[in-house]
């Protein structure tokens, strides 16, 4: 198992993070709700899984997130 | 007798045909340099010397920018070469244009175009240009540490200043009130406000969160003084006044 650099987090932490990670891709694979759910992805309902899109589906997923969060507007001066 | 056309005083408008073309062409690019500096400047109705056009932009656009330069009567005097200043350097119409793709105290390119703002040319059609932001700029000034830069420090100093002052007097939320003051400090590379800033800005706090940034960064023990007078001194504000006492009390004051 991966050591965690200067005690970050315990060995045993690590442990834990690995298999929810691990529950949780074994949910996705089975079309299960996550186990393990990121409590930030409920903010974002645009949210999807890279490795698991075509790029199609990323693109869209961005123009989606573009609507919910604007890029603040630029200032503009006039000379 | 007007000036000799090398010792002219430049803008952006003498730059208009390839600054529009460039942004026709879809190039990632904004304004630094004193013709930036001399844009907002004019804002303030100030200008400055400023001869060349300095374009910030990354390895990929300059590159591409330079081609496009080179095809549209331009000519391409130097490319940036291994091992030494990262710029390019070609001549329009007789003015010479300079390509950076780092300097110091400006963000990597991308994040300074991000953050750059849009001048409209109302003279020359409503061409847009981007020029880096104001704070960006002033970094960048103080870093490079040149004496022939201090009339431009100056006149970005002014200009900060005064959005530095709205801030405080329009904004509503706490983070947006101080924000440029925040930027402005970053900019300087100090910790501590300049003295006319700190006095106007104690003028306008009403937020307690007004209080204690102002409380952190007034750059004297009497500013103090006057930030702890006008806070508010209600029996519920006793947290805030301590709060304040406390940052006063990890500050070193000048004598």
């Known amino acids: 198992m991966q ?9 045993e932490q690590i442990a834990r993070a690995l298999a929810e990670r691990d529950a949780n891709e074994r949910a996705l694979r089975a079309g299960r709700p996550l186990p393990y759910p990121n409590p930030w992805d409920e903010l974002d ?12 589906r990323i693109t869209e997923s961005y123009r989606e997130f573009c609507k919910i969060c604007r890029r603040p507007k630029r200032r503009e001066h006039v000379l | 007798m007007p000036a000799p056309e090398a010792e002219r005083t430049r803008t952006l408008s003498d730059f208009a045909d390839l600054l529009a073309g460039l942004g026709a062409g879809g190039f990632d690019f904004s304004v630094v340099g004193g013709l930036a500096v001399g844009a907002y400047g004019r804002l303030r ?41 990262p710029v390019a350097v070609a001549e329009w119409h007789g003015q010479e244009v300079n390509i950076l793709t780092e300097s110091s105290g400006l963000p990597r390119p991308a994040d300074a175009i991000r953050a750059s703002r849009e001048f409209v040319l109302r003279e020359h059609g409503g061409v847009r240009v981007l020029v880096a932001d104001p704070f960006d700029l002033l970094r960048n000034k103080v870093r490079v540490g040149r004496d022939k830069d201090r ?38 590379g100090t910790t501590t406000l300049p003295a006319s800033v700190a006095a106007r800005l104690v003028d306008l706090a009403r937020l307690a969160s007004d209080f204690r940034f102002l409380a952190s960064v007034v750059p004297a023990r009497e500013f103090f003084d006057a930030v702890l007078a006008r806070a508010p001194s209600a029996a519920g504000d006793a947290e805030l006044r301590e709060d304040l006492e406390r940052i006063a009390a990890t500050r070193e004051w000048a004598s």
């Open chain 1, 45 to 56: 309902p645009t949210k999807i899984t890279p490795e698991h899109a075509t790029p199609e």
């Open chain 2, 151 to 188: 009339p431009h420090i100056e006149v970005l100093c002014a200009f900060v200043e005064e959005e530095v002052v709205e801030a405080f007097r329009d904004e509503e939320r706490p983070r947006d009130r101080i924000r440029p003051a925040r930027q402005y400090l970053d900019a300087l």
């Open chain 2, 45 to 85: 109705g100030r200008s400055v010397l400023s001869r060349d056009l300095d374009i910030y932009a990354d390895a990929e656009n300059l590159d591409r920018m330079l081609e496009w330069i080179a095809r549209h009567g331009g000519r391409v005097r130097k490319r940036p070469q291994p091992r030494s200043l």
């Open chain 1, 3 to 11: 050591q965690p650099p200067d005690a970050f987090k315990s060995p």
